[in-house]
């Protein structure tokens, strides 16, 4: 494996009435800005526990709404300035992974000189940020323990990511009863994403990698076998108890210590939502398998093992590729079966539209990829495979 630091700074407070415990965590803290998406959140009783615990404990709020599923720079932007001008002390981010990723922009925006898209395009080192502090309420990202964030540019149709040790929650509260609510369509992209998040950092060319191997085995087993039941069985707090969960650990670093993950596919699919703003777990669940298909010959043996060690194919009489193949097809078969698409065509993306993703996927690095280096030919093959 690979030389490898590994650093988390982020509290993690998991459980039910997890947000009860908010106030000792923002500690002088007397004033935040309140930042979440639409009405779910008030729906699901997130809204009403967050301030009654915090005119409790004395914190004053404002209240940022509106944030969308992919979070524009411009919400950013607004943010940014109603905290600067409420002169807060920390940003509260209340919903899903897309607030959280707005939060960690506003979180710089609001104390920096710098335009946050300059930030986000590598232009602008942040030098400091507000606490971010997060109650999640979607299992999906696990931007509620990572130092991530993905943001749109609505204006120029552009989606990155970019990163920042200084944006790490303080302290994320995980109540899975929050999550009881959530739709059966976002619980399913949910499921995808995470196992998205798993996949970029499992298929690598490093040698010598069980334990990390073994700790991703284990976790999309434990997606796999948890998923559709909770799709049947929306309200069951121990499932949804499980994918919270796992949706964290598939992006806090643990499985990124001593690898080096691939992101291609999450490229390809920023690309494509930055174009058509299709929900991003849509995308991945499309594209991944034909990425699969484009590059499997690189480590074969990486798919068997994915095949008999989560799907339980039987390896008897089976090549190498035989193999690899059948766990695509398995993974394919599985995200369809809880009700992910299939097909671009199924947002209204045709071949007349290859081109456009093909270049904007290029646009920022080049080819990319660290599993197998995509080019032009490359992306578009794997773009026309899922039209």
Known sequence: MQSFQFYNPTRLIFGRGAVERLPEFLGGIRRVLFLYGGGSIKRNGAYEDVTRVLKQAGVEWVEVSGVEPN??????????????????EAVLAVGGGSVLDAAKGVAVAAVGEADIWDVVLGRATPEAALPVYAVLTLAATGSEMNKNSVLTNEATKEKYGWSSELVYPRASFLDPAYTLTVPKDQTVYGIVDMMSHIFEQYFHTVENTPVTDRLAEGLLRAIVEAAPKLVERLDDLALRETILLAGTVALNGT?????????????????????????????????????????????????????TRVFGVDPAGKSVDDLALAAIERLEAFWQGLGAPARLREFGITEADVEAIVEKSLARRGPFGHFMTLDADDVRAIVRAAL
Not at 72 to 87: D, F, K, L, N, P
């Open 71 to 88: 979070p524009r720079v411009g919400t950013v932007r607004r943010a940014a300035a109603i905290a600067r001008e409420a002169r807060v």
């Open 255 to 307: 499985l990124s210590m001593g690898v080096q993950g691939d992101w291609a596919t999450h490229n390809i699919e920023h690309a494509v939502s930055a174009l058509f703003d299709i929900p991003h777990a849509a995308g991945l669940a499309i594209l991944f398998p034909h990425w699969m298909r484009h590059v499997y010959r690189v480590r074969p043996e990486r798919w068997a093992n994915l095949a």
